[in-house]
């Protein structure tokens, strides 16, 4: 039972940024990414303070150095994501960025000591090959220097880097101190460092403002990025991060999908093999895995 609300737990993670990517996108465009940080950052920290309260007086030497850890690659992978897709092209960069879900693995094996079978291993090779067809917009081509001198693509690579750690040290923080707690300190860390960043360039008053100005686009990315984080979180105390990574990593599937259904986006023959091949793949890897 406690496996089966784990896997439901990733699938809440996978729907909530796959629908949340729609907002967090406009919010970027509309915005800035730090203002469109702060609001996500700020929405975890008034939300779930009621219920980590308590919590925060309890804390060790140890926590807070786990926890400051998790706010600072929180922070770092997050803007180096958004300025890597602010520089580069989509269909370029989104593929490496998508390299935190085999790097999260091999971490979580590493360092966390997770183990998974034979079966589970050859479903999320298959799944994360099906995630980086369905959102590439061109045919690969590993062979072209074009592809790697392409602009944002050394911000892409240490963004997956800083993505993978952010996934590791969330789930084992989750695990050793509270998934609600660790969220609430990423978070806020993050919050701060934007709010420090806007005063600095005398931009506060625009955080109002943007509030102002487009209030549904704002409060649904960011109630959605913290919900998925607190189901990611949760569910990584149940089952391990490998495959709640692999499953909720693929809501780039779902984005893919409503793509195509509200945008009337067309899809290369690759893309629809791809996303098939990764919906197929985390099924089977929740079937086996429960």
């Not at 034979?118 to 479903?123: D, K, P, W, Y």
């Not at 955080?207 to 189901?231: E, F, Y």
Request: net charge neutral.
């Amino acid at each position: 039972m406690e496996t089966t609300t784990g896997l439901i737990l990733a699938f809440v993670a996978l729907f909530c940024w796959g629908f949340g990517d729609f907002f967090i996108q406009r919010a970027t465009r509309l915005v800035g990414s730090w203002r469109a940080l702060f609001y996500i950052g700020i929405t975890g920290t008034i939300g779930l303070f009621p219920f980590i309260a308590a919590e925060l007086p309890h804390l060790t030497t140890d926590n807070l150095l786990l926890l400051g850890l998790v706010a600072a690659i929180v922070l770092g992978g997050a803007l180096f994501d958004f300025e890597a897709l602010r520089q580069g092209k989509i269909a370029i960069i989104e593929p490496i960025i998508g390299l935190e879900l085999p790097l999260t693995v091999a971490l979580s094996m590493v360092l966390a000591g997770e183990t998974l079978t034979t079966a589970q291993i050859l479903l999320i090779v298959l799944t994360f090959i099906g995630l980086t067809l369905a959102i590439s917009a061109h045919k690969p081509n590993f062979r072209s220097r074009k592809t790697m001198l392409e602009k944002g693509v050394i911000l892409a690579l240490v963004g997956a880097i800083a993505m993978a750690l952010n996934n590791l040290v969330i789930g084992i923080s989750s695990q050793n101190i509270s998934p609600l707690l660790t969220i609430w300190f990423g978070h806020t860390g993050a919050a701060l460092a934007c709010l420090i960043y806007l005063a600095a360039r005398k931009q506060l008053p625009s955080i109002i403002d943007g509030l102002r100005r487009h209030p549904g686009t704002i409060i649904a990315q960011s109630v959605l990025d913290n919900l998925a984080w607190i189901a990611f979180a949760t569910a990584t105390t149940i089952i391990s991060i490998s495959i709640v990574t692999t499953i909720s990593e693929s809501y780039i599937a779902l984005t893919v999908l409503l793509g195509v259904l509200i945008n009337k986006e067309k899809l290369h023959y690759y893309q629809i093999g791809g996303a098939s091949l990764a919906i197929v793949g985390i099924l089977a890897l929740s079937a086996i895995s429960a």
